[in-house]
């Protein structure tokens, strides 16, 4: 079974520019939530999609967005890069009805 | 409202002592909680997690935590340390609506240093 990928490994922007960071979800998982963790911190939770729908929000602007495909995979969109962007991006995913999320390695996004 | 603490943002011990990572929780309903353990530059594997049965729970590499409502705890332990087992360990918590997945709101996490 493999387990949840993300893409790219690394990432380095400028301040104003966009960025996209993908996620394949793992085979039979239909959610995916989406986690910023910033250097020595615990992730937060940027928002969670079930059924290409958006199904919770954490404190983040809108200039956090993102998408979910008929696949269950998911890709999250980020605007206006900001210094406090950079930061290591996780992606999660589980399966219907179930409590446990699996993520995987992260995105690490450096905002220059 | 959830939150978690973690008490202690480093803790060391020496090969073969006792693991203690502290961890408390604040919930509204009754939670799910879980540990996740976090090696340098990789994402986060989960070690164990609580759903309500048991309240002594077993996973991964040796560790267990146990659930107690009445201190709002949910402390993990290993009976001897390994020098593999140097990590960032974080301990989360969601509310147990049953049957969907709810967004983690983890602790600031606890770095663990073993010493040979």
């Known amino acids: 079974e493999t387990g949840v990928t993300q893409s790219p490994t690394h990432l380095i922007k400028t301040r104003g520019q966009q960025v996209t960071l993908r996620c394949s979800s793992q085979?039979?998982?239909?959610?995916v939530s989406w986690y910023q963790q910033a250097l020595g911190q615990g992730p937060q939770f940027i928002f969670q999609?079930?059924?290409?729908?958006?199904?919770g929000r954490g404190n983040f602007p809108p200039r956090f967005s993102g998408l979910q495909f008929p696949n269950y995979s998911s890709e999250l969109n980020v605007n206006a890069l900001e210094l406090d962007d950079s930061a290591l991006y996780l992606c999660?995913?589980?399966?219907?009805?179930?409590?446990?999320?699996?993520f995987g390695p992260g995105t690490r996004l450096l905002v220059l | 409202a959830q939150s978690v603490t973690q008490l202690g943002s480093h803790v060391s011990v020496s090969e073969g002592a006792l693991v203690l990572l502290r961890c408390n929780y604040s919930?509204?309903?009754?939670?799910?909680l879980f540990w996740y353990v976090q090696y340098p530059n990789q994402g986060l594997q989960l070690l164990l997690k609580?759903?309500?049965?048991?309240?002594l729970v077993k996973g991964i590499n040796g560790f267990e935590a146990e659930f107690k409502k009445s201190e709002t705890s949910f402390h993990l332990t290993k009976p001897s340390a390994h020098m593999s087992d140097a990590a960032e360990y974080f301990c989360?918590?969601?509310?147990?609506?049953?049957?969907?997945?709810?967004?983690?709101?983890f602790g600031t996490g606890t770095l663990l240093a073993v010493q040979p």
């Open positions: 999660a995913s589980s399966r219907p009805g179930e409590e446990t999320q699996y």
């Open positions: 989360a918590v969601t509310p147990n609506y049953g049957g969907a997945t709810n967004k983690l709101i």
């Open positions: 085979s039979g998982h239909n959610t």
């Open positions: 999609y079930y059924r290409e729908e958006e199904n």
């Open positions: 919930s509204s309903v009754p939670p799910y």
């Open positions: 609580y759903t309500s049965a048991a309240t």
